[in-house]
């Protein structure tokens, strides 16, 4: 491909992603495919000869669009947020064209140290304590990692590393195999999937504590649990405390928490990844109360900060235990200014590391503190109108409505709810996911896109109504609908401009050829 090839490519790309953003609430935001759909509509080999691209991409549409979950459709309610921008996206081009893999500042010091910037102005903007920030003059500082999960493993090998070390300086005759096999963790059981993996890959007793009422992890049952395993000559090493757990965006007792971890010299992580991103918004900073006990604090940019996918912030107090846990030297990786920056891959599990840092850069500049802030704001609205939607209607309960995150759910027999969400799935204009509380299946509506509008929470609404009703009462008449204003008013609508859509993606694909 020559130059001119690549910028016709390049620009045809772009236009198919605007299109693509723009158009995303005239798509079916669940595919409607089977396992195995993909290798029956490509060949079995990979081409002997090279393709135009024009070839090449006439098969997104034909090909893959067929097969892609829209999670930045404004009819994506699932999971949590996978937020994105145009900012971001500009930024991961620019990421991927410039290709360097910063794993020290000699590899490229405008890699490193964007990131060290970067992650001194969102702290700041979160409003964390000044020792997790570089620029504080002290050990501390931030790191973007690829996901939470990762977040969480980096952070319990180095509470491993710190704990090990320790216990041997006070019994230097202790065989250091034997110290690590008699390490603990805990967590709360509310607590993400991968906390309790965290464990597995780490070989350490990951013990998931019982939550309270309100899905939050309480002083009492971890001093409980602490005190009961040194008394059977286990170690307590770790514990990962969630701000906005993954069913009901519960929040665990970090004021309670902390100080039993500092007593027993136990590593504190907080997992905020989707919660924390509202602490830009000093109003809801009163939920990270206690976070001046912790050892290290995570959010995930990729979830709520406007970000696109892969970017976790994760800041320590002290960097000398990832360093310590994580420095393995080669002649080939030293260079004649180590000790000034940070040489990150002391701060990770792998060794390459991506320019990231570029993305957010971009984000927190072209939206500002105060863009951000308006999107948090808006989205927490947003859910905040569809919960009055549920409370209007007498036949719904909702079960917990926190930040943009509202969980709800069929009065009466569990089998309700199940049937209700098994028709929302089948039907494919909303996506929503399930989950329990206290032995309660409830559906979770969290608002996820970007571009979801009060429009798209009635949209969502008159869908879950009229399913309800249809569960019900088959006979009765559907209850009235709340009026949608916008250009998508009924499902005849969609299909109609699915049918456009489909209509302008072909034209597009004559254009291209």
Partial sequence: MDSKDFLDFGKATLDFIANYMENLRDRPVLPDVEPGYLNKMLP?????????????????????????????????????????????????????????????????????ELEVVTLNWLGKMLGLP???????????????????????????LAAKDRTTRRIKSLHPEWDENVIRGKLVAYASDQSNSSVEK???????????????????????????????????????????????????????NLEELGPICNKYDVWLHIDAAYAGAAFVCPEYRYLMSGVEYADSFNVNCHKWLLVNFDCSA?????????????????IYLAHDKQGLAPDYRHWQIQLGRRFRSLKLWFVLRLYGIEGVQHHIRNTISLAQKFEDYV???????????????????????????????????????????????RNKYIIRLCICGRMCQED????????????????????????????????VKSYDDIALRIENLNLESKAFSQKIS
Avoid at 132 to 153: D, H, K, N, R, Y
């Fill in 198 to 252: 965290a464990g597995l890959l780490s070989t350490i007793t990951m013990k998931l504590l019982p939550a309270d009422e309100n899905c939050s992890l309480r002083g009492e049952t971890l001093l409980r649990a602490i005190k009961k395993d040194l008394e059977n000559g286990f170690i307590p090493c770790y514990v990962c405390a969630t701000l906005g757990t993954t069913g009901t965006c519960a929040f665990d």
């Fill in 314 to 330: 994760m800041w320590v107090k002290d960097s000398k235990y990832l360093i310590d846990a994580f420095n393995v030297d080669r």
């Fill in 130 to 156: 000044s020792e997790f920030l570089s620029c504080s003059g002290g050990p501390g500082g931030g790191v973007i990692q690829g996901s939470a999960s990762e977040t969480t493993l980096v952070c319990l």
């Fill in 44 to 112: 079995e080999e990979a081409p002997q000869k090279p393709e135009s691209w024009q070839e090449v991409f006439k098969d997104i549409e034909r090909v893959i669009m067929p097969g892609m979950t829209h999670w930045n459709s404004p009819n994506f309610y699932a999971y949590y947020p996978a937020c994105f921008s145009y900012p971001s996206i500009v930024g991961e081009l620019l990421c991927a064209g410039f290709g360097c893999v910063g794993f020290s500042w000699i590899c490229s010091p405008a890699c490193t």
């Fill in 456 to 487: 798209d929470i009635k949209f969502a609404w008159n869908e879950i109504s009229e399913q309800a009703t249809e569960i019900l009462q088959p006979s009765l008449r559907p209850m009235q609908e709340v009026p949608v204003q916008s250009s």
């Fill in 391 to 437: 409370k209007s209607d007498e036949r719904f309960e909702v079960i917990s409505s926190v930040m943009a995150l509202v969980c709800f759910r069929l009065k009466g027999d569990n089998s309700l709810t199940k049937e209700l969400l098994a028709r929302l799935t089948k039907r494919r204009r909303i996506y929503v996911i399930a989950a329990t509380y």
